[in-house]
């Protein structure tokens, strides 16, 4: 019988491209054959970790070997039973799965009722943070999660500088997708412990809008540098109230809300069939504006608001937080129907790689009563879509009524230029008024579409088809799936669900 060690080097090598990564670690400990067969080879362990991850794409520059050891190293850490023996290693954790999200496959087969393609390295991150110790010990490590588990002094408030372990800990957060409503995910579900009231809190802060901010979800220091525990805050309050309304129940927000790492990395987003030639300028355009978005945006009753920042009798100084709010929220959704309209080189104060586009378009309330500020033109050379100098893909929105600008937006997208899982901000007055009123919103592609319709039409030509690949993936009646929480109690009366027509809300009234 021949010894593996006897074969040709090429087929030995063959043989090995086949193990799990974990044992290219204690494979060379065999025999000194087998040990130089390893060490070192780059070629072995490339096809090592193409036959176990996602092919990176074309352009990326990959060191094979560390990319194994750090896919390795990462899965050990966490199989970790115990919060303290792994939150130390947030650093590696926050650089290893970022750069797994960034070589995430952008070629692959779509997945069923979504607009973002199957991902290997996303199913196995997903299936690691499953485990709700590393929720705790790398997604919930931000400062208003301190601030709900009283980990925290108030009084002592927050320091100058966002501490890097909190940003790290949220931006982990906002690729993972999926809001954490609980200061402790592993236990402790408790009314008391929900998270929507802390985030209310940082995001219905007007303290938090200023002029550096650009009084959107930025640092306060004039740098365009993406401010993570603010987005995440937008996250929660968003995925709250979705929840709340029931909206996740749906595939066009479940898929977007509910599944860990979907769409969040570079070139991710993959259209649903469209019959249409792209036009000349749209080519010119990396980040993917034309089409039809679906965005929500929540707002507070504006007593409320005004209240809340003005008329409290606690006015804590600026580095001390607002206490946590719990008070009713209002929800619109709104369709978005944009299309490029310029395309120019970056200015001295953008990221240089890639143009700034322009965009026009309307936006129609998916809410049977009519709301003004929900039926709008999106028009005007002012929104458009950049990078920061840092990188990050910043959308600045105008709401234009009756030809005048009245509300902005700014946000960021999450997971990179041209990303599934969408866009994440603050919305205010244009004219930055000090007195508010400002709020959380989100928006995410549902279609190449852009052909104007509205009602029956809107719904059937921009959701159907992500919700006939939910019914297509199983014969059985689709049932929603609930997603109740120990103490949790809907809006009394409140419901909300889809019809062949348009998303009708009702009350006993």
């Known amino acids: 019988m021949v010894l593996l060690t006897e074969l040709p080097p090429e087929i030995v090598q063959h043989v090995l491209g086949y193990v799990d990564p974990p044992d290219l670690a204690w494979i060379p400990r065999i025999c000194k054959s087998f040990y130089h067969t390893v060490k070192g080879n780059t070629s072995l362990y490339r096809v090592v970790y193409l036959n176990n991850f996602d092919k990176p794409p074309t352009k990326a520059s990959v060191n094979w070997e560390q990319a194994v050891k750090d896919a390795v190293r990462l899965q050990v850490i966490c199989r970790r039973d115990r ?23 952008t070629d692959t087969e779509r997945v069923r009722s979504t607009t973002h393609p199957t991902s290997r390295n996303a199913e196995l991150l997903s299936d690691i943070f499953e485990k709700e110790s590393n929720q705790s010990a790398f997604l919930c490590r931000s400062a208003i999660y301190e601030r709900a588990r009283r980990e925290c002094n108030s009084e002592q408030g927050l320091a100058a500088q966002p501490r890097t372990e909190h940003q790290q800990s949220a931006q982990l957060h906002c690729l993972y997708g999926v809001p954490l409503m609980y200061a402790h995910p592993e236990s402790h579900r408790t009314r008391r412990s929900k998270m929507s009231p802390y985030a209310c809190s940082k995001v ?3 303290r938090q809008y ?39 129940k749906f595939p066009v927000c479940k898929n977007f809300w509910e599944s860990p790492f979907a769409g969040t990395w570079p070139q991710s987003y993959k259209p649903l069939p469209v019959v249409r030639e792209p036009e000349p300028i749209e080519l010119q355009d990396p980040y993917g504006i034309t089409g039809t978005w679906l965005r929500v945006v ?20 600026a580095h001390i937080p607002r206490p946590a709010i719990d008070v009713g929220e209002a929800t619109r959704l709104i369709l978005m129907k944009i299309r490029v309209t310029k395309v120019e080189a970056p200015g001295p104060d953008d990221g240089q790689e890639l143009p700034v586009c322009h965009f026009e378009g ?15 033109d999106l028009r005007g050379m002012r929104g458009s879509v950049r990078l920061t100098r840092e990188g990050e893909v910043r959308w600045t929105t105008f709401s234009v009524f009756s030809g005048v600008e009245r509300w902005r937006s700014e946000s960021v997208q999450i997971g990179g230029v041209k990303s599934a899982k969408g866009v994440l901000g603050n919305w205010f007055d244009k004219d930055f008024d000090p007195r508010g009123p400002a709020g959380p919103t989100a928006f995410w592609k549902v279609s190449d579409r852009v052909t104007e319709s509205g009602g029956y039409r809107a719904l059937m030509h921009d959701f159907l088809p992500l919700i006939q690949d939910q019914l297509d993936e199983t014969t059985d009646e689709y049932e929603p799936e609930q997603f109740g929480d120990e103490g949790d109690e809907d809006e009394a009366g409140l419901e909300l669900e889809i019809t062949g027509i348009s998303w009708v809300t009702w009350s006993d009234d």
């Open 204 to 206: 219905y802060d007007l």
């Open 298 to 317: 929540c707002f507070l009753d504006y007593t409320d608001f005004f209240a809340y920042n003005f008329t409290s009798e606690d006015h804590p100084p």
């Open 83 to 105: 919060i303290q023996d792994k939150k130390n290693e947030l650093p590696f954790v926050y650089s290893t799965v970022k750069s797994f999200l960034q070589n995430a496959a």
């Open 210 to 248: 200023t002029e550096n901010t650009k009084w959107g979800p930025f640092m306060d220091d004039d740098t365009d540098r993406v401010d993570w525990e603010k987005v995440e805050a937008i996250m929660i309050v968003i995925g709250a109230n979705l929840r709340k309304l029931g909206l996740t």
């Open 362 to 376: 309307v936006s129609r309330s998916l809410d049977d009563s009519y709301d003004e500020n929900a039926n709008s």
